[in-house]
């Protein structure tokens, strides 16, 4: 009787024991490398929202649209990064694990699914602390309507899931896609109305926002978390719609290329 | 059994595509240790790679009811960035171990490259890369059916390479070989038959000796 009679497994626990085993090994060269690395995660979303918190006190603002300034900021900052993140995260996720893929266990996907689990997890966790913090400090930080909130976070997740296996798929014809990404990512900060909201912008210009699937984002996210916000523009058929189109396209992408993955 | 199901593959080159295999339809016994032989760029390592599931055939299929390990050549299997401990860890979950500890050990015990082992990857030789990887394949107890190996003899130092072949041919009862190498004697020291691969077929011989036999009438320079 050979022993690898005893390990026959499904193809279920086979995927699960490899995402688990991706999972751990990301972690570790993520976060591993220094011992500050979670640390960082948390920092970064806090650090940024504090630096416009300071901004705009110094101009002499302490509430936007009817909310304290910190809370504004935060609630649209934090998917935000969840989007910016998984875009350069999924893009690099094949390249980075090419060595790993040698074995017939790994498929192609399994190292998208596990970086995945991580964003998403790591969004959630940072989430919770920084509300936590914010509670602690004094802000009122329960959501309105957290099941919106929820709607809106899952829409972005699965649109920034889209777009990035498109670019993972982009990767493989020309490597210099990620840079091209970063260098994008920097105006959308900008423009996706993590510093002000569409009630503060005159109606007649609205048009220049609301193309931007983040702006809904921001907006329909602001106006799940308070009660004295309501988004005039923010569309969930809008956002769904992006999320839906560019879910299925990245899909596509991928299945297309699978080849072009594993073949170096 | 290796079924091969209408299996082409083709690699695609700036004049068009350059077929390695057309419509292989065949059955691979695996009750013993076989040669793949061929000259360079004939596509052993590709049929090996095929076989171990780290490629794709163009078309068609290629699946076995037995436990094939992955190839055992020197590139790839190792994440450059991860220590080799770290690499054999992963290469244990992945195949379903809970408790990595026992394989570590061995694996490190096999490879003897001493602190290395919880360096990087790419900061090792060679050399040393394949010393890791013979190891893992080696140290874990996975007891393959098929073991494939790409150019043995380009596996590390005469020392390492003894312990190896003994390694290897100790298994003899439970694991069979596929294995490339460009050297007859190893090959007829290891394998009884032979697959010569001809005018992108794949011709099986029972006898390894006729395969080399046509192998040096086919290639050789004359």
């Given at each position: 009787m050979s022993s690898a009679a005893k390990f026959r497994r499904s193809h279920w626990q086979i995927m699960c024991d490899v995402i688990f085993a991706l999972i751990i090994r990301e972690l570790k060269t993520r976060f591993g490398a220094n011992r500050l690395g979670y640390f960082w995660a948390l920092?970064?979303?806090m650090a940024q929202a504090g630096i416009l918190v300071l901004m705009f006190s110094l101009i002499g603002r302490s509430s936007l649209a009817g909310v304290p300034v910190a809370m504004f900021m935060l609630v649209a900052i934090l998917p935000f990064k969840l989007f910016s993140k998984i875009l350069p995260q999924l893009s690099a996720a094949i390249e980075a694990n090419k060595g790993l893929l040698g074995y017939r266990q790994v498929t192609a996907a399994d190292p998208i699914i596990s970086r995945l689990i991580i964003e998403v997890i790591t969004f959630f966790i940072v989430y919770v602390l920084l509300m936590g913090i914010m509670a602690w400090i004094g802000f009122s930080v329960l959501p309105d309507d957290l099941l919106q909130l929820l709607a809106v976070s899952g829409l972005t997740l699965v649109m920034a899931t889209g777009m990035g296996l498109m670019l993972c798929a982009a990767t493989t014809w020309w490597k210099d896609t990620g840079k091209i990404v970063s260098m994008i990512m920097q105006p959308m900060f900008i423009v996706s109305g993590i510093m002000f909201s569409a009630t503060m912008i005159p109606q007649q210009y609205w048009f220049l926002f609301v193309w931007n699937p983040l702006f809904h984002v921001t907006e329909l996210s602001r106006d799940a978390y308070f009660s004295a916000y309501q988004t005039p523009v923010g569309?969930?058929?809008?956002?769904?719609?992006?999320?839906?189109?560019?879910?299925?396209?990245g899909l596509m992408a991928f299945q297309v290329n699978r080849q072009r993955f594993i073949t170096s | 059994?290796?079924?091969f199901d209408n299996v082409s593959k083709y690699y695609p080159t700036k004049q068009g595509r350059h077929y390695v295999f057309r419509e292989l339809n065949l059955s691979l016994p695996t009750d013993r240790n076989i040669a793949v032989l061929g000259p360079n760029g004939v596509g052993k390592s590709t049929l090996i790679r095929m076989i171990g599931g780290t490629d794709l055939p163009n078309a068609g299929r290629i699946h076995s009811p037995q436990n094939i390990s992955w190839p055992l050549g020197l590139q790839g299997g190792l994440q450059g960035s991860m220590t080799a401990r770290e690499n054999v860890r992963f290469v244990a979950r992945i195949h379903g171990y809970k408790d990595t500890k026992p394989i570590e050990e061995r694996v490190q015990e096999f490879a003897e490259i001493g602190k290395y082992f919880d360096e990087p990857v790419k900061t090792y030789s060679s050399g040393m890369r394949s010393r890791v990887t013979f190891g893992l394949t080696m140290a874990f107890d996975f007891?393959?059916?098929?073991?494939?190996?790409?150019e043995l003899g380009a596996v590390g130092d005469a020392n390492f390479r003894k312990k190896s072949e003994d390694l290897l041919l100790s298994k003899y009862e439970t694991t069979k070989l596929?294995?490339?190498?460009?050297?007859?004697?190893?090959?007829?020291?290891?394998?009884?038959?032979?697959?010569?691969?001809?005018?992108?077929?794949?011709?099986?011989?029972?006898?390894?000796?006729?395969?080399?036999?046509?192998?040096?009438f086919t290639y050789a320079k004359r």
């Open positions: 920092a970064e979303p569309s969930f058929e809008y956002l769904g719609l992006w999320a839906i189109a560019s879910f299925t396209l | 059994m290796i079924y007891d393959f059916d098929v073991l494939l190996i790409d596929i294995m490339v190498s460009h050297s007859v004697p190893s090959l007829k020291k290891f394998c009884q038959a032979g697959l010569l691969i001809k005018d992108k077929q794949l011709h099986f011989f029972d006898d390894l000796n006729e395969a080399i036999e046509l192998y040096e």
